[in-house]
């Protein structure tokens, strides 16, 4: 069956710009995080959604927000972009909250300019 | 949340050659799992192993939750094994991942 497709794989932004990023979950899959990694953070944690809703949230700003559909397809949406944005954003799939096997998208490579 | 440890932070291997690579995290786990990134960033899945051992072709996984680490081995490693090495386990009460800075392996041939 198909992995999690993430859309669009690059992406080039200027300062101040909002944008936009998809993930497709496994089919069946309920649950999808996100997570942020740049070099000098590693692998952060930004939000998880389950049944159409945020149940848990990383420690970054407002400006970071996201949303679940009813077929459980994810988006995050960045705004005002700042240069420090720019970094590879990973979205993992599971069947279900808690101790199951997590699965995870090429990723969206964003660069702010 | 968990703190995870993994070490070493880098490794560099002769093709053919075996390796260790170690995770430690500091609390009681219900599972954890092993990636490689490959170079194009994604996370491939390795192991799910919340405890015991498990064997994938040249790949086998041990983990000891009782004493709070995991351990990876690469045996008659090919060049094919480089990459970053993550392993992960989820925070009891909220079920994010945390993540270890990981190992970069590097194989020559």
Same mark, same amino acid.
Not at chain 1, 67 to 87: C, H, I, K, P
Not at chain 2, 52 to 79: D, F, H, P
């Given at each position: %069956?198909?992995?999690? !497709?993430? !859309?669009?794989?690059?992406?080039? %932004?200027?300062?101040? /710009?909002?944008?936009?990023?998809?993930?497709?979950?496994?089919?069946?899959?309920?649950?999808?995080?996100?997570?942020?990694?740049?070099?000098? /953070?590693?692998?952060?944690?930004?939000?998880?959604?389950?049944?159409?809703?945020?149940?848990? %949230?990383?420690?970054?700003?407002?400006?970071?927000?996201?949303?679940?559909?009813?077929? $459980?397809?994810?988006?995050?949406?960045?705004?005002?972009?700042?240069?420090?944005?720019?970094?590879?954003?990973?979205?993992? $799939?599971?069947?279900?909250?808690?101790?199951?096997?997590?699965?995870?998208? /090429?990723?969206?490579?964003?660069?702010?300019? | 949340?968990?703190?995870?440890?993994?070490?070493?932070?880098?490794?560099? @291997?002769?093709?053919?050659? #075996?390796?260790?690579?170690?995770?430690?995290?500091?609390? &009681?786990?219900? #599972? @954890?799992?092993?990636?490689?990134?490959?170079?194009?960033?994604?996370?491939?899945? @390795?192991?799910?192993?919340?405890?015991?051992?498990?064997?994938?072709?040249?790949?086998?996984?041990?983990?000891?939750?009782?004493?709070?680490?995991?351990?990876?081995?690469?045996? &008659?490693?090919?060049?094919?094994?480089?990459?970053?090495?993550?392993?992960?386990?989820?925070?009891?009460?909220?079920?994010?991942?945390?993540?270890?800075?990981?190992?970069?392996?590097?194989?020559?041939?």
């Amino acid at each position: %069956k198909a992995g999690v !497709t993430q !859309t669009p794989r690059y992406l080039i %932004k200027t300062r101040g /710009q909002q944008v936009t990023l998809s993930c497709s979950p496994i089919s069946g899959h309920r649950s999808v995080s996100w997570y942020q990694q740049t070099p000098g /953070q590693g692998l952060q944690f930004l939000f998880e959604y389950f049944s159409e809703t945020q149940r848990n %949230k990383g420690n970054f700003p407002g400006r970071f927000s996201g949303r679940q559909f009813s077929n $459980s397809r994810s988006e995050m949406n960045v705004s005002t972009l700042e240069l420090g944005d720019s970094a590879l954003y990973l979205c993992a $799939s599971s069947f279900a909250r808690g101790n199951t096997e997590a699965f995870f998208g /090429q990723g969206t490579r964003l660069t702010v300019v | 949340g968990i703190q995870v440890e993994q070490s070493p932070p880098d490794l560099i @291997l002769q093709e053919g050659a #075996n390796s260790t690579l170690r995770c430690n995290f500091s609390d &009681s786990v219900n #599972n @954890l799992q092993w990636f490689h990134q490959n170079p194009w960033g994604q996370l491939i899945n @390795l192991f799910y192993i919340p405890s015991g051992t498990k064997q994938n072709g040249r790949l086998s996984a041990t983990t000891v939750a009782t004493e709070r680490y995991s351990l990876l081995y690469i045996s &008659s490693s090919q060049t094919t094994d480089s990459g970053v090495y993550f392993c992960a386990v989820p925070n009891a009460n909220d079920y994010k991942l945390s993540f270890g800075a990981g190992t970069t392996v590097t194989v020559r041939a």
